[in-house]
């Protein structure tokens, strides 16, 4: 994989995360029809309502669950440009993530405008153990950078069920520590940088870090008229086993 990184001068890591965390998903929808989708929703964020909305239909899952999935994969996509090694997502995240690629053109300039950096998608394409296990690995690895950066647990809603057999978590933890496998530091392009939650008051960082005041807009585009489903799953059209993305 050919990495496009920033220069260590340009930007610091809040830089990096406040330009993701504000990224509003405005260019999946044409110019042309912008302005008229923010008048039918009522509001500037009406794109990234109607990417939600999107998904909320298509995968059966609850208003509120899915505002907060996006911006969990928001974490994810931050995570993935920080690191040294290939992240890999949760079942939740990664669908997101299936859904917003989609969107080709628009997800281009997200790597190109926002992340300077083109975080690609990096799906098996035969499903061994060798390979369940190494991503397995990786997803450890990405929880545990989670927690250095946000200086938060991960929500074990959203976070909590990977992409493939769960079971596996726990032997591949096992493993590790007989490897001599140590999760902690970044060494990548922003390894200078203390961890992102160092740069935000403490008493605040529930709610800098948790997106749309809990995961839900409230107001237009977020009323009845989108439905609601009851039931917390829904079903994942993405890949069947492992995914990563960024690393060497």
Not at 42 to 50: F, S
Not at 78 to 104: A, R
Not at 108 to 119: A, I, M, P
Not at 167 to 180: A, D, H, N
Request: net charge negative.
């Amino acid at each position: 994989m050919t990495r496009t990184l920033p220069k260590p001068n340009i930007r610091s890591k809040k830089e990096l995360w406040e330009g993701i965390k504000n990224y509003k998903f405005n260019n999946l929808v044409p110019k042309s029809a912008l302005a008229e989708l923010i008048t039918r929703l009522g509001g500037k964020r009406a794109p990234v309502w109607a990417f939600a909305h999107k998904i909320m239909i298509k995968h059966r899952l609850p208003r509120a669950f899915t505002f907060r999935a996006i911006e969990e994969y928001k974490k994810f996509v931050y995570l993935g440009v920080i690191s040294d090694f290939i992240v890999t997502p949760s079942k939740y995240i990664d669908l997101v993530w299936h859904e917003h690629l989609l969107f080709s053109k628009a997800y281009r300039e997200f790597c190109d405008h926002v992340l300077l950096y083109q975080f690609d998608h990096q799906p098996e394409l035969v499903g061994t153990e060798e390979q369940t296990e190494l991503y397995s690995e990786q997803y450890l690895k990405t929880l545990e950078l989670y927690k250095e950066e946000f200086g938060l647990e991960p929500p074990e809603d959203i976070w909590g069920t990977p992409k493939f057999d769960k079971t596996l978590i726990v032997e591949s933890k096992s493993q590790s520590k007989k490897k001599g496998y140590d999760s902690g530091g970044v060494t990548g392009v922003y390894s200078f940088d203390d961890p992102l939650y160092t740069n935000y008051d403490n008493s605040t960082l529930s709610s800098e870090f948790s997106g749309f005041d809990g995961g839900d807009f409230g107001g237009a585009g977020a009323g009845g008229s989108w439905g609601d489903s009851s039931d917390g799953g829904g079903s994942c059209s993405s890949c069947s086993g492992g995914c990563g993305g960024g690393g060497d």
